[in-house]
């Protein structure tokens, strides 16, 4: 492991997505610290913010239905979701004990307000592409450590299609938390990406 030549990505590490917040991941914020403690380790930051508009048909409200409830939205699989991470609001703001200084690229995903965007990498129409797989191909990085919320959404979709794109993928398990709905799922999908060759470590092992 050459940290030196790898990315770090911090998925989603915003407010909304911690105690207190819109979307809360239990314990969102417990993970800033190591986080912060870890990123100036390697060749190039990389934090995403889930960025929606206000409109956005992730969110129940549009639709008048209940959190959680599940619909199918241009023939995708859709979880309902409170209003979360509004383009320009407090609650899409980075937590503010998360240090911005290493940061080389921020990534915003979720603005088109008719799909969601969970992976880092791509939309969930797994067409429409963030640009991220080129930037960090351009700069020859072949191994990327992920951390960041939510563990079985955003953190979980963007090790796939990482692996998928060819990238070595390293989950750093303590610096992420999980929402874990339905109940079971995040254990799962850290199934899901043990079988895929995601490698799950905890930070200690960086050091
Ligand atoms: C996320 C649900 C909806 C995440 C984003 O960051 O994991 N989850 N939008
Ligand atoms: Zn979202």
């Known amino acids: 492991m050459n940290l030196a030549r790898s990315a770090l990505i911090i998925v989603d ?47 129940a409200s549009v639709h ?11 023939g995708i699989n859709q979880i309902l979701w409170p209003d ?9 703001d980075f937590h503010p004990e998360l240090n911005l200084n290493p940061v080389d690229l921020i990534i915003r ?33 072949k191994d990327i450590y992920l951390t960041g919320l ?14 998928e794109a060819g990238f070595n993928v390293y989950v750093i398990i303590d610096a992420t938390q999980g929402i874990d709905f339905p109940e079971g799922d995040l254990k799962n999908k850290i199934e899901i990406m043990k079988k895929q060759g995601i490698k799950i470590i905890k ?4 050091f």
Not at 66 to 72: F, K
Not at 150 to 163: H, P, R, S
């Open 203 to 206: 930070s200690e092992e960086l």
């Open 13 to 59: 590490m915003q407010n909304d997505f911690c105690p207190d917040g819109a979307l809360p991941v239990p314990e969102g914020d417990k993970i800033v610290p190591i986080i912060n403690k870890i990123s100036s380790k390697f060749y190039k930051v990389i934090a995403t913010q889930d960025w929606h508009p206000s409109n956005h048909k992730s969110f």
């Open 64 to 74: 008048k239905k209940n959190i959680y409830d599940t619909i199918e939205l241009n």
């Open 84 to 92: 979360h991470c509004i383009q320009g609001s407090k609650g899409a």
């Open 150 to 163: 939510a563990t079985d959404y955003c953190v979980f979709y963007t090790a796939i299609d990482g692996k």
């Open 109 to 141: 995903k979720g603005t088109n307000p008719n799909v969601d965007s969970y992976s880092a990498f791509q939309e969930n129409d797994k067409i429409t592409k963030t640009g991220l797989e080129y930037y960090l191909k351009g700069l020859n990085i």
